[in-house]
């Protein structure tokens, strides 16, 4: 069968006055296609990036289901056959049936059907559970809706960066970036909306998941049984519907606010398919230069120069590692976007000077410019016709913000992206690795929904057509709509504008060092930001209910395809404790992102602010981190390749575990390691759950069984952390900083009792070579037959020489020294009577290396 060039819908059918595209991509991904007649804009997910990412991607695991919609696996014999009058096989392993009121699409994943007449709808997984069920499709007034029943013990994760519990059932979202100040859900208790928005929800029911992204950047609520318990209402628009327009404006305006969107579902069964096909379709993390796994220092604001030199210095004198310093809006000269003012002299010199030390420096750029008719890059930008419209599209908007009145560049133009990239890239030449995107969704200080009115405009000026198309028929190769991007009112790309701002600073970055992977920080995003930056929470604060409330947000916006995620480490508003800081910054050493930031009229909160105790409590915490990036790297690179979040829920790896389901106080690193964060002062003990399977205390090696709660008694100098039994954890030595060279040396830590496969990722840690097929991967796999074990690293792959020389094995929990074989040959092994470790030197060589001990 000829591969089609555009992605034709599947089949077709009307409800009432509208069109309704079906459409599979794979059979475990379909979409609904809704076209609502008065609405032609189709902004959906943008292609920001995305070529970069199709090629980073050609190693990813399934990325061929998706190309290849001609290739689905055959139907087994019988099934779906004959109930229709008419049935189509439209491919090997797709088949419709259609009947006068019902449309059913089969696929080797699954089965949607439809009733014509009322467009409920049903979808059932590879194993017969309806994983949803929709009882009403409502798409004809100006508040589109859609009501899916909730089952029993059904769960629902995700939906990107949002406060409260992780189980979302029960509450209601919308999905509206705002700036909100001190979020956590006990300040705010009914607070719905964040800084980022990303309408997708994981379900989980009976051990299987399923997903749905309803793509849509304008406003939309989300009832999660809270109004009623067994209903999942998705509303386009607010949570009331839209009182009845008088005027043919209002009428207009209304619905730009509601949007216009396409549902995607994902038929899993397991969270992980689940979560890289999500991935597949809006993109994957690129790998982000190394240094940014390491420890970074931030605070609103280091005021001068001479403040941020001091911070360097007593890092590196305290012997705190650390590769980052950020600069805060006081680096600006009277809030200018790209200056320094003048406590900042010499920006070039100082900045040279912070990379001798071994840090780079990060700074802020808010997306307001300042209306001063003599300041460059207002100049410029009016030249380039850059800015958002005041609401008839005549004269540029003009709103408060930091820098006073400002002017809004309009970064959903290519052309003023590109304009952007370039002013920012003449800032980053002074010297710095990274941009920090803050204010961008927008945030205005006097609007009255604090952000740009719903009728701005956008798109006035796009002189170019716009590459606006949905995503997911891009990177398939399937289609890739040129879409001219038409004057559009902001309530319909409101979600939209962080992403764009996040994606012309990683142009801009690029710009200024192509082959450099850059490290771009957003607070505003919608689905796909983690293809542009990381992101971090925003303004949290200095509680003891927040450090406990940044797991399941980090957990939900990991399930949500943003990986390099992270909190302010010891809260941004209010002041720290040396406890409380001491606790998040053991904790936040096996989170993604990792940097201490805290607010302008806050205490200080440096690792060494609260005296020698907690200093060491911080070192300690930091040193750890910087001793396990072999295995965040490797976590990192999963992440890149497949989606799989670096920061896991529980569930991600025991879904049938009820226990583990409902696990928020507690998160996995990897697969391997369990974090169980001290999340009370004073605590003597914590409960920890841990899955079935074997367990090891991280700490005393002490071996429990999984599958209950234990009682483990607290120690100010750690947290409790196991490994799971049957691990290989890679670490390498202690170090202040990230430097380009890797370890020769890296550590094996084997822990016994099971099995496990991972994939080993080396590059050079800061070029875009990894693209280019310029990195060493290999298969390590761990298998436990009783007394006889066996590590085997397979050939390595790829045009990278690795750095590695030695492997060191360290086996835990031996009770002696082993007989090691290594490809036959016999190694000698030490042991470490007092450590209960197994200690043996592996010389690497690239091809496979099998090693047994006995
Ligand atoms: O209105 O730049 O979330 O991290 O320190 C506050 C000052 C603006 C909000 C960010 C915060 C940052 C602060 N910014």
Redesign the pocket.
Known sequence: MKQPQTLEPTASFRLGELTVELTAFAPDVLRLRLHNAPLSLTPALSRWGREKLSQSQADSTRPEQLKARSDFPPLPAGEGRGEGERVAQITRGLQLHRTAHRLTLTTTAGKFSVNLRSGAWTLHDCGGLEVFRCSQLDLADASPQLTLQLDDGESIFGLGESTGPFNKRGLIREFWNA?V?GHASCIHPSLRNL?VSIPFALSLREGRAAGLFWDNPARQTWDIGCTEPDEFRLRAGGLQPPSVATSSTERRLQTAATGDGSLYLFLGPTPAEVVARFTELTGRMPLPPRWALGYQQ????YASRAEVERIAREFRRRKIPCDALHL??HHMDAHRVFTFGKSFPRPREMLAKLVRRGFKAVA?V?PGVKDDPKFGVLKRGLAQRAFVKAPGGKRDFIGKV?PGKSRFPDFLNARVRQWWAQEQAAFQRLGLAGIWN??NEP?LFDTPGKTLPDDCVHGCEADTPVRFGPLAESPTGLGDKSVPLTPTPHASVHNLYGSAMAAASREGALLAAPDQRPFILT?AGYAGIQRHAAV?T??NSSTWEHLAESIPMLLNLSLSGVAFCGA?VGG?LDHCTGELLARWTQMAAFTPFFRN?A??DSRSQEPWAFGPAVEAQCRDAIALRYQLLPYLSCLFAEAHRTGAPIMRPLLWHHPNDPAAVACEDQFLLGESLLVAPILRPEARVRSVYLPVGQWFDFWSGELYDGGQHVLIETVPEHIPVFVRGGSVVPTGAPRQFISGEADPVVNLHVWPHGRCAFTWQEDDGESLGYERGELATRTIEFVDRGPRRELVLGATQGAWVSRVQTWRIVVRSARRAYRVWVNGSRVEAGFEPSLGVCLFDVANAPGELRIKWL
Request: charged residues 35%; aromatic residues 20%.
């Open positions: 700036d100040l800084y931030s605070r609103y604001g805060d809006i802020i808010d930091w803050d204010m945030a607070r971090w925003g303004d302010d941004f930031h607010n302008n």
